[in-house]
């Protein structure tokens, strides 16, 4: 069973919290520069075959026109490791000369600097350099002989990169900042802490637990820039924590903002060594897996399920580690969770941390707009309890428009906010766009043409659209499927684009009040009813949102709309 002192193989979070986070400790020190080529600190046998020009920064975004994976693998039969051949391969160093001889003979799939490939050739390049460099300044990081690990020194001592590399990260990353858990090389008798992965029937013949699944990895030892580091949820929120909040002397505020800064946005969403949450650029943070978080959000993903999200905007840290593998890797409902385990954390602290409002940075708009929170919430707006109360339209001394009265339903209403809509996937969870219809049809009196004494809520109207095929794969609801419920009554208008649609144009529709307007906000994650707006403000719309206790977004919030419209 997963405790909290479970030990998980971070993967592709190696590529952060080792090796990343080694990196920018060698380049704070002055011991490593990001143009720096590799070719100059590593090897000069590493230009052949057009490589001369690849710097650290290259690597770190993952353009430096590497393949995405060695070819052959390090594990296949063909490259000729010698425990390839076993029955059951052992993870040491005895293939270390050859993967390091591969490497400066390794071709290039694309011109340096032109195209990001993720690639783990880049981390497996990194970790190699930053062992040189810390070997060539081991005073300094306080490693002596006795610091390496004696079977990494023994199967190849001229060529020992690899183990300083992995007295660096252990001495002046973990244990600098206070992590136990966390390191390459779990000992035997800590095997059955770890989560198992993968039953690997093609390289290690069992299922992997205690040791890197990662097969590249496994065959380089099992100490790698890409993989093979494991950690513990407390161990790795701990390493957070002090990179952003910087609880210990680790990395200053100059090299924090340099290393978790989108780089190059016309490239990808990427900085130096992490990834970014920016929806509006290639890659988009792997498909926004750290969900409604800010775009500004450094993150990392990991093969086994692990995840990282540090959002600076909002001061919140989420660590999601999973051994979605177990028993095979053909398990891809990780992607679809990441989103939703994110969009639940943006939920759990809202509004305390995500509370946007208008004109961010204005103490005293935030203020008056919060005065006037509470007077909309005390006229029954916000109680979200799923009753049908209303405020009324232009109240005394108000000047915010309301066109009509809607209801107020909150998608987690214990009465239905674990109903399933489809799959796993309960209303609660993604249920947004659905109880933000039901608002609107119950605002009408809509009732299902079927069961005309059925009151209006998302939990009727689930019930409804899972008996009429109004789901698409993932419980995407198929607004198309909407207006047979009272096929006289309604039409689905269509979806609009911000640049199709503005604040100007919402208003004039939602004038009319047998128009229905819902806004997609929060980088697409999400789904509120929209009701009116605030002529003193114009930037803003006012909404229906019981779940995140909200009344208005920004204009700037909205990626897209939703019409209807009321026949």
Same mark, same amino acid.
């Not at 000069?44 to 920064?57: E, M, S, W, Y």
């Not at 040491?92 to 050859?98: A, D």
């Not at 930037?539 to 209807?564: A, C, E, M, Q």
């Given at each position: 069973?997963?405790?909290?002192?479970?030990?998980?193989?971070?993967?592709?979070?190696?590529?952060?919290?080792?090796?990343?986070?080694a990196?920018?400790?060698?380049?704070?020190?002055?011991?490593?520069?990001? =143009?720096?080529?590799?070719?100059?600190?590593?090897?000069?046998?590493?230009?052949?075959?057009?490589?001369?020009?690849i710097?650290?920064?290259n690597?770190?975004?993952?353009?430096?026109?590497?393949?995405?994976?060695?070819?052959?693998?390090?594990?296949? !039969?063909?490259?000729?490791?010698?425990?390839t051949?076993?029955?059951?391969?052992?993870?040491?160093?005895?293939?270390?000369?050859?993967?390091?001889?591969?490497?400066?003979?390794?071709?290039?799939?694309?011109?340096?600097? *032109?195209?990001?490939?993720?690639?783990?050739?880049?981390f497996?390049?990194?970790?190699?350099?930053?062992?040189?460099?810390?070997?060539?300044? *081991?005073?300094?990081?306080?490693?002596?002989?006795?610091?390496?690990?004696?079977?990494?020194?023994?199967?190849?001592? =001229?060529?020992?990169?690899?183990?300083?590399? =992995?007295?660096?990260?252990?001495?002046n990353?973990?244990?600098?900042?206070?992590?136990?858990?966390?390191?390459?090389?779990?000992?035997?008798?800590?095997?059955?802490?770890?989560?198992?992965?993968?039953?690997?029937? @093609?390289?290690?013949?069992?299922?992997?637990?205690?040791?890197?699944?990662?097969?590249?990895?496994?065959?380089?030892?099992g100490?790698?820039? /890409?993989?093979?580091?494991?950690?513990?949820?407390?161990?790795?929120?701990?390493?957070?924590?002090?990179?952003?909040?910087?609880?210990?002397?680790?990395?200053?505020?100059?090299?924090?903002?340099?290393?978790?800064?989108?780089?190059?946005?016309?490239?990808?969403?990427?900085?130096?060594?992490?990834?970014?949450?920016?929806?509006?650029?290639?890659?988009?943070?792997?498909?926004?897996?750290?969900?409604p978080?800010?775009?500004r959000?450094?993150?990392?993903?990991?093969?086994?399920?692990?995840?990282?999200?540090?959002?600076?905007?909002?001061?919140?840290?989420?660590?999601?580690?999973?051994?979605?593998?177990?028993?095979?890797?053909?398990?891809?409902?990780?992607?679809?969770?990441?989103?939703?385990?994110?969009?639940?954390?943006?939920?759990?602290?809202?509004?305390? /941390?995500?509370?946007?409002?208008?004109?961010?940075?204005?103490?005293?708009?935030?203020?008056?707009?919060?005065?006037?929170?509470?007077?909309?919430? =005390?006229?029954?707006?916000?109680?979200?309890?799923?009753?049908?109360?209303?405020?009324?339209?232009?109240?005394?001394?108000?000047?915010?428009?309301?066109?009509?009265?809607?209801?107020?339903?909150?998608?987690?209403?214990?009465?239905?906010?674990?109903?399933?809509?489809?799959?796993?996937?309960?209303?609660?969870?993604?249920?947004?766009?659905?109880?933000?219809?039901?608002?609107?049809?119950?605002?009408?009196?809509?009732?299902?043409?079927?069961?005309?004494?059925?009151?209006?809520?998302?939990?009727?109207?689930?019930?409804?659209?899972?008996?009429?095929?109004?789901y698409?794969?993932?419980?995407?609801?198929?607004?198309?499927?909407? !207006?047979?419920?009272?096929?006289?009554?309604?039409?689905?208008?269509?979806?609009?684009?911000?640049?199709?649609?503005?604040?100007?144009?919402?208003?004039?529709?939602i004038?009319? !009040?047998?128009?229905?307007?819902?806004?997609?906000?929060?980088?697409? /994650? /999400?789904?509120?009813?929209?009701?009116?707006?605030?002529?003193?403000?114009?930037?803003?719309?006012l909404?229906?949102?019981?779940?995140?206790?909200?009344?208005?977004?920004?204009?700037?919030?909205?990626?897209?709309?939703?019409?209807? @419209?009321?026949?």
């Amino acid at each position: 069973s997963m405790k909290m002192d479970t030990r998980f193989d971070m993967a592709s979070c190696t590529k952060v919290l080792a090796t990343t986070s080694a990196v920018a400790l060698l380049y704070q020190n002055g011991h490593l520069a990001l =143009e720096d080529r590799v070719a100059d600190r590593l090897d000069k046998r590493f230009a052949a075959n057009g490589k001369a020009d690849i710097t650290v920064l290259n690597c770190l975004l993952h353009n430096a026109g590497y393949p995405p994976d060695p070819v052959p693998g390090y594990w296949y !039969p063909s490259f000729g490791c010698p425990e390839t051949n076993k029955t059951e391969p052992a993870e040491n160093w005895s293939c270390r000369k050859q993967t390091f001889e591969a490497l400066m003979q390794q071709t290039l799939q694309n011109p340096i600097g *032109a195209k990001y490939v993720y690639s783990d050739l880049s981390f497996i390049t990194l970790m190699w350099l930053a062992g040189k460099v810390a070997m060539e300044n *081991a005073a300094f990081y306080g490693i002596t002989p006795d610091d390496l690990l004696p079977e990494c020194v023994a199967a190849g001592p =001229e060529l020992p990169y690899q183990c300083y590399f =992995e007295a660096l990260v252990r001495k002046n990353v973990m244990e600098a900042n206070g992590l136990k858990s966390t390191g390459f090389l779990p000992k035997p008798e800590v095997w059955g802490e770890c989560a198992p992965c993968e039953n690997d029937t @093609t390289y290690l013949r069992r299922v992997v637990q205690g040791q890197v699944s990662d097969q590249n990895a496994y065959a380089l030892g099992g100490i790698s820039g /890409h993989a093979g580091l494991f950690s513990t949820a407390p161990d790795v929120f701990k390493l957070l924590h002090t990179i952003m909040f910087r609880d210990v002397e680790f990395l200053n505020v100059s090299t924090w903002k340099t290393f978790v800064t989108e780089y190059n946005h016309t490239q990808s969403s990427r900085a130096l060594g992490w990834n970014t949450n920016d929806p509006t650029v290639f890659d988009q943070g792997w498909n926004m897996s750290c969900g409604p978080m800010s775009p500004r959000t450094y993150m990392h993903l990991g093969y086994t399920g692990t995840m990282v999200c540090s959002d600076p905007d909002a001061g919140v840290i989420s660590v999601m580690l999973t051994n979605r593998v177990y028993p095979t890797d053909q398990n891809i409902k990780i992607r679809r969770v990441r989103q939703l385990f994110s969009a639940a954390v943006v939920k759990a602290l809202s509004p305390s /941390h995500y509370r946007r409002g208008v004109n961010r940075g204005d103490p005293a708009l935030e203020s008056r707009m919060r005065r006037e929170l509470r007077t909309y919430q =005390e006229q029954g707006q916000q109680d979200g309890n799923g009753d049908d109360s209303s405020v009324s339209n232009n109240a005394k001394g108000d000047s915010r428009v309301f066109p009509f009265k809607y209801p107020l339903f909150k998608q987690c209403n214990s009465t239905w906010g674990n109903h399933i809509m489809e799959g796993s996937y309960t209303v609660c969870a993604v249920g947004c766009l659905m109880s933000s219809i039901s608002m609107a049809l119950r605002g009408h009196g809509v009732t299902p043409v079927s069961e005309p004494t059925v009151g209006m809520n998302p939990g009727t109207f689930n019930d409804w659209l899972r008996a009429h095929h109004g789901y698409v794969g993932g419980a995407d609801l198929n607004e198309a499927a909407v !207006p047979p419920l009272r096929p006289s009554a309604i039409k689905w208008v269509g979806s609009r684009t911000p640049q199709q649609l503005n604040r100007a144009g919402a208003i004039e529709l939602i004038k009319q !009040p047998h128009n229905i307007v819902i806004a997609n906000v929060m980088h697409g /994650h /999400h789904f509120v009813l929209v009701t009116g707006w605030d002529p003193r403000y114009d930037d803003i719309l006012l909404v229906n949102d019981p779940g995140f206790t909200r009344y208005y977004y920004n204009v700037s919030d909205i990626v897209g709309w939703r019409l209807f @419209t009321m026949v």
